[in-house]
């Protein structure tokens, strides 16, 4: 371990952060990094800039809302601080990190470390939420397969699909350090083959999707580095093997059905089929008409017991059509700009927030993620705070030019 990557507080810090985020709750992930942004208010080492405007009116926008149209304050209060405060409080205090000092890599690590025990930990458990690993009694298995209604269980469960993203997320994490070699190659093979077990028992057709994408922009950004074409070609050769053992497991198999069953042949009398979320979007264009200025987060969940199933419709009945214009303008320009910057000067968590966000855009086109994902939403906004830290590339970019750039694939 070189100089620059030695293990300091901050470090320490952010793994218990993000632990009892993800393994206790996410409200006490907040009280660990409300400190970190009071601390950079107090000594302005947080300094705003042109990218927080957008996030800036988007919860200023929220809080008018909440407060506004609840008729029950404190319900209200609860509600903002959970699905609006809560992320702009983790890209904030991300944008404080000086990383001149403190290792982007180690950074990563961090997040990869504390998300691996919890994912591991949440998905190995049967119906009665004991800890189990075989997968015949797999909770998420029975339920794929159909041997297994949810009706009582005794522990908190995550869906499918949001379990998923945060399964991709493993790998997509271990990507980033191994395009850098920060990574030993045995140990993210590792991380890969235990990801493709659970991705493909939990068996959701957008996660698979939305991780070959990020397999493919994995390569885009890889073929142009030193040794990245035999880096590749391992991992292709490993994703195969992979693939050719689990195709042999009845796990494999009832994915495949799963998609012909529930895809292509989905109608809307099935519960997880296409079918449905096209009856679930029609119920949120009907809220939407009725009111464009939106009605907050759980109102959609608390009215007809499931989300909206999309995160732009989410958005939009949750927060109306303006604050939604702030919020997907705000992520969309912070990775038109990083896509701009030329590879050789894209760091890891440039890269890694363009990752992240093709997972966000891809899942969220059949999920409402930040209803039903909130851990997640927490880790994807302190990656983008750590893109907008001081003297970052992105802020020489936000210097140059208040104009959103165009993707250079140079």
């Not at 218990?16 to 107090?42: E, R």
């Not at 198999?253 to 998609?259: M, Y």
């Not at 296409?274 to 959609?300: Q, V």
Request: a positive charge; charged letters at 15%.
């Amino acid at each position: 371990m070189n100089k620059q990557e030695k293990i300091k507080p901050i470090h320490i810090y952010l793994f218990v952060c993000f632990s009892a985020l993800f393994n206790l709750s996410t409200h006490l992930g907040l009280l660990f990094m409300l400190p970190v942004l009071f601390t950079g208010i107090a000594t302005k080492s947080l300094k705003f800039n042109k990218l927080d405007t957008a996030i800036i009116i988007y919860t200023a926008l929220c809080f008018l809302l909440y407060f506004t149209y609840e008729d029950n304050v404190l319900v209200g209060f609860k509600n903002f601080m959970v699905f609006v405060f809560m992320p702009v409080t983790f890209y904030f205090s991300a944008r404080i990190i000086n990383k001149k000092d403190v290792s982007d890599y180690l950074i990563i690590k961090v997040l990869l470390l504390a998300l691996f025990f919890y994912v591991v930990n949440s998905f190995f458990r049967d119906p009665n939420g004991n800890f189990t690993l075989n997968l015949g009694s797999n909770l998420y298995y029975l339920i794929r397969s159909e041997q297994y209604m949810r009706t009582d269980v005794d522990y908190d469960f995550i869906n499918g699909t949001n379990i998923s993203l945060l399964i991709v997320t493993i790998p997509t994490l271990g990507m980033t350090l191994l395009r850098d070699k920060k990574l030993n190659m045995f140990l993210f093979l590792g991380l890969l083959f235990v990801s493709c077990v659970m991705l493909f028992t939990a068996a959701s057709r957008t996660a698979i999707v939305a991780f070959a994408a990020i397999i493919v922009l994995y390569i885009y950004y890889t073929l142009n580095k030193k040794n990245g074409i035999r880096t590749l070609i391992g991992i292709l050769v490993i994703m195969t093997v992979i693939g050719l053992i689990l195709s042999q497991t009845d796990f494999t198999q009832t994915a495949i059905q799963r998609f012909q069953e529930k895809t292509l042949d989905a109608g809307a009398d099935q519960l997880y089929g296409l079918g449905l979320r096209a009856i679930i979007w029609t119920f949120a264009f009907s809220e939407l008409s009725t009111n464009f200025l939106g009605y907050g987060h759980k109102y959609f969940y608390d009215k007809y017991e499931l989300t909206t199933h999309n995160e732009l419709l989410g958005q939009l009945v949750a927060t109306g059509f303006i604050p939604t214009i702030f919020y997907f303008f705000f992520i969309i320009r912070i990775v038109l700009m990083l896509m701009n910057i030329k590879r050789n000067e894209k760091d890891a968590i440039s890269y890694l927030a363009i990752y992240l966000t093709a997972l966000y855009g891809l899942i969220g086109l059949t999920e409402n993620i930040t209803v039903g994902n909130r851990g997640w939403m927490l880790l994807f906004f302190f990656v983008l705070g750590l893109t907008n830290t001081p003297k970052s590339k992105l802020q020489e970019k936000i210097n140059e030019s208040g104009k959103p750039a165009l993707p250079n694939s140079s």
